[in-house]
Nanobody, 114 residues
Framework: QVQLVESGGGLVQAGGSLRLSCAVS????????MAWYRQPPGTERELVAR???????NYADSVKGRFTISRDNAKKMVYLQMNSLKPEDTAVYYC????????WGQGTQVTVSS
């Protein structure tokens, strides 16, 4: 049974930082590409960052240079370090495989005030 538990969100001022964490179980983590997605209010979910099984990383243009995805295969954890946050980063953030499985966790809310 797949379980994805995101944490670390919160309210932060523009220019601030947050580190999101995701605990993963029920998948073959070390051979899976993992990613962070986000869903801003009133819009569709979008890909933010991806970490492949061979530790290559890719980022959406909107977060390049500000966000860093990392993973710990031993702990089955995925992280997203978010720096220089902007109000447009406000969203619910989710982790999942890439491409995503049909199951989503509850996500973690990130709110950036101007």
């Amino acid at each position: 049974q797949v379980q994805l538990v995101e944490s670390g969100g919160g309210l932060v001022q523009a220019g601030g930082s947050l580190r999101l964490s995701c605990a993963v179980s029920g998948i073959r983590f070390s051979i899976s590409d993992m990613a962070w997605y986000r869903q801003p209010p009133g819009t569709e979910r979008e890909l933010v960052a991806r970490s492949t099984s061979i530790l290559n990383t890719n980022y959406a243009d909107s977060v390049k240079g500000r966000f860093t995805i990392s993973r710990d295969n031993a702990k089955k954890m995925v992280y997203l370090q978010m720096n220089s946050l902007k109000p447009e980063d406000t969203a619910v953030y989710y982790c999942n495989r890439h491409p995503p499985s049909g199951y989503w966790g509850q996500g973690t809310q990130v709110t950036v005030s101007s």
